[in-house]
């Protein structure tokens, strides 16, 4: 069997090659690609594997966005640290997904099932529309009763889940982004607020500038600034003043029930 890994973290990326090698001394990693670029790019150039790992978040952003670059012909089992919206949609039939740290265990019943699905569909070209079915319902817009209700964040070596009634709002420190609780705790996010934005219900989050996104609820005052902006004050309080710009301002006054 040929293999593709896509995965951004290198360790992660050795540690699941050798752990194919150990259960399946047979088995051929073609490469290894750290992003969506690099990963169309020996899509492009290459005879379609017989089985890809993909990492959710890549280096360049969420492997979804490869689908719409190059036509995947090969069986995909995805990897994630923590991404639970997705764990959901991964029990498909013909797809899977591992949690990591992966075990050989895990490892082994993934294998297995693709096995199974090819001899199943030996003879039929393209993608099994059960994985075409996956890819769309993981890239579209989320129906209202699909936003997050929660986020997965890691403190030190623990992980610990956050309910969105806890969440006064998100921001972005150059490319890194924040969650800030009611209670005035914060945790790093692995997200983008471009990402999170399709997330969240509208009716409780609104992004008021390219560094935040905030819950309702944590609106405390908003006031009038200079050439029709508006300045308005969250809490926990951010570490810099938060402006809406005169052209989200009437939308933003509206958000909040005017």
Known sequence: MK???????MLGAEALKNLLLEIDNSIEVLGIKDSIRASADWLSSHDAPDLIFMDIELA?????EL?????????????????????KAFRFNSV??????????????????????????????????????LIRQL???REHNEYRDRFLVKQGQRFFSVGIADIAYFFSEGKVSFIKCH??????LDYTLDQLEPMLSPKMFYRL????????ASVLQIHTWFNGKLKVALSPAPAEEVIVSRDKAKDFRQWMGE
């Not at 293999?3 to 973290?9: A, G, M, S, T, Y």
């Not at 500038?209 to 309702?216: E, I, W």
């Open 96 to 133: 899977d997904y591992l949690l990591k740290p992966i075990s050989g265990e895990d490892l082994k019943r993934s294998l297995d099932k693709v096995q199974g699905l090819k001899q199943q569909l030996a003879g039929k070209a393209g993608m099994p529309k059960e994985w075409e079915q």
């Open 139 to 141: 890239s579209a817009p």
């Open 67 to 87: 689908f719409r670059e190059v036509e995947i012909r090969s069986p995909v089992i995805f990897t994630t640290s923590y991404d639970e919206y997705a764990l």
């Open 60 to 64: 360049d952003g969420q492997c979804f």
């Open 3 to 9: 293999v593709l890994i896509i995965e951004d973290e």
């Open 209 to 216: 500038n390219r560094q935040v996104l905030a819950a309702h």
């Open 183 to 188: 209670d005035g705790k914060q945790y790093f």
